[in-house]
């Protein structure tokens, strides 16, 4: 296994140190980067940081050290860091009068909802912070590194996991497949313990220095597969960005999961009930197949099915094998070698999904909760729509409802009082000058940013679901006002105020004093 730097805690202070002291944060690089160039380093495009980064500064020193991978006069390097204690550890190696990194490492704002931002770095191996690896060609080694044991740094199948997680304190955190840490990175802000697991035991060292680095202590790591490393151990929040590529082989460890089809990520939905705490959550990224002559909804719910747990699947889009097929060999860089393999391989792929009668590949996010419901809740829908981020606490107030609606019969619905939730708007459609409009609209701005089509009676039940009359009053004043038949109306409403809770547009206000 190839060497990577030594984890001194007292030296990592000095470096982290001089890293805070030139401003080699997140903000620090926006600002001399400007949202150009540091929207195009996200892309893996460095022009714009190169011409930004020429002055010689201590930031601009960092900047082409540690992310654009270029090498620095050794003046230059002693002028900002503790420069022989980073040689000897190996964060970075003499290159003539030069010196250059070892690794990549990417400040990052360690965001967490409800806290105030912290300032983090990233480790990860050379050319793989951001988009995968795709950008360090095409051999069997990258920067002395086999392939197949690269550790990727942050990318955004990452940070949408840290921002649907839901953050709120708890004892033990487990970050399932952790790369390079940036999961136990959160987690690390709002639990008292986070055990970081990982199949690859590079990664694991990664996430070591990821954590020390950005100056946390309250972690600690375990080798091995999915869950045999916790053995009996319960967590309060597992989160997982697991390798859930469907691919014919394992060729990389980071993304090829080894087992057959999306047995993986199945494997993690069927195993976390036994390691999650009462109340506990289970958050994760998936591929998951879309097989002929099955309905997908039903695959989904049947990994749930005898598991005891509430479930919550989104599936954010759907690719069909090709495009699938090619996303990925892009990402492994064979698109950068020969023309016959990378049709061979191509090849391969389409093989596989043709004899497994895979039609499409479908990418989402899986909350499971254990709630101890004798009924639990499974809801597996499509949303590609745009959301609002960070959606944990979205999450977590959308469970809390479900937990509410099952608590309650038709009557009990009408008996609570409601709050209409916040940036809920309402918008009217019909023909220009029209007396009444055709139909209205709910519009809601935060979270998953729902809309649904309601009648004029919806709409104003909505519009006075200020807390102060239970639902059933509301009813009753409406029927009054429309000289409509109270009883038929207090019959048909109940649908509709599931409906309108489930999505949350409107929340019982009870909810929103516990909240």
Not at 204 to 223: P, Q
Not at 399 to 427: K, W
């Amino acid at each position: 296994m190839t060497s990577s730097p030594v984890l001194d805690p007292t030296r990592l202070a000095k470096l982290r140190e001089a890293l805070l002291a030139a401003s080699y944060t997140a903000d620090g690089c926006l600002d001399l980067l400007g949202p150009t160039g540091y929207a195009a380093l996200a892309r893996s495009e460095a022009v714009p940081a190169l011409r930004a980064t020429r002055g010689g500064t201590p930031l601009e020193t960092l900047v082409r050290l540690f992310l654009l991978q270029q090498p620095v006069p050794y003046a230059a390097a002693a002028a900002t860091l503790p420069v022989e204690d980073c040689l000897a550890d190996g964060w970075l190696r003499p290159d003539g009068d030069l010196v250059r990194a070892t690794v990549d490492v990417r400040p990052y704002a360690n965001e967490v909802a409800g806290l105030p931002s912290s300032d983090a770095w990233v480790v990860s191996d050379l050319g793989c912070a951001v988009g995968g690896a795709g950008g360090i060609g095409s051999g069997e080694t990258a920067h002395g590194v086999a392939r197949k044991e690269l550790v990727l740094g942050v990318g955004g199948a990452s940070t949408t996991l840290a921002n649907i997680a839901v953050r709120r304190p708890v004892r033990a955190a487990l970050d399932l497949g952790a790369g390079s840490g940036v999961q136990a990175l959160h987690a690390a802000r709002h639990a008292q313990r986070v055990t970081a697991t990982d199949v690859n035991a590079r990664a694991l060292r990664f996430t070591e220095l990821t954590l020390a680095l950005s100056g946390f202590d309250n972690t600690d790591t375990a080798e091995g597969s999915l869950f045999q490393p916790v053995a009996d151990r319960k967590f309060d929040l597992i989160v997982s960005n697991p390798p859930f590529v469907i691919s014919p082989g394992s060729r990389f460890t980071y993304r090829d999961g080894g087992m057959a089809g999306d047995d993986l990520c199945r494997s993690v939905v069927r195993g976390a009930a036994a390691h999650l705490e009462p109340g506990g959550y289970c958050q994760l990224l998936a591929n998951w197949q879309h097989v002929k002559g099955e309905d997908w909804h039903d695959r989904l719910a049947g990994w749930v099915a005898g598991t005891g747990l509430d479930a919550w699947v989104v599936q954010r889009e759907v690719q069909d094998v090709a495009q699938y097929a090619e996303l990925w060999l892009r990402d492994g860089g064979d698109h950068r070698g020969p023309g016959g393999d990378y049709q061979a391989r191509y090849g391969e792929w389409l093989d596989a999904f043709e004899a497994a009668k895979v039609e499409g590949i479908g990418f989402g996010w899986i909350t499971l909760r254990a709630s101890g419901a004798d009924r639990p809740t499974v809801r597996v829908e499509e949303w590609p729509h745009s959301i609002e981020q960070p959606l944990g606490p979205h999450i977590e107030s959308w469970f809390a409802r479900q937990d509410f609606l099952a608590a309650h019969d038709d009557a009990g619905l009408l008996d609570t009082r409601y709050l209409l939730s916040d940036e809920v708007v309402q918008e009217q459609v019909g023909p220009p000058g029209a007396e009444d409009p055709e139909h209205v609209i709910l519009r809601h701005n935060r979270g998953m940013r729902r809309a649904t089509k309601v009648d004029t009676v919806g709409a104003g039940f909505v519009g006075a679901c200020d807390g102060t009359l239970s639902a059933g009053e509301i009813v009753d004043a409406i029927a009054h006002l429309l000289d409509e038949d109270r009883v038929m109306l207090r019959d048909q409403v109940p649908q509709s105020l599931r409906m309108l809770t489930e999505q949350g547009f409107i929340e019982p206000a009870g909810l929103r004093q516990e909240g």
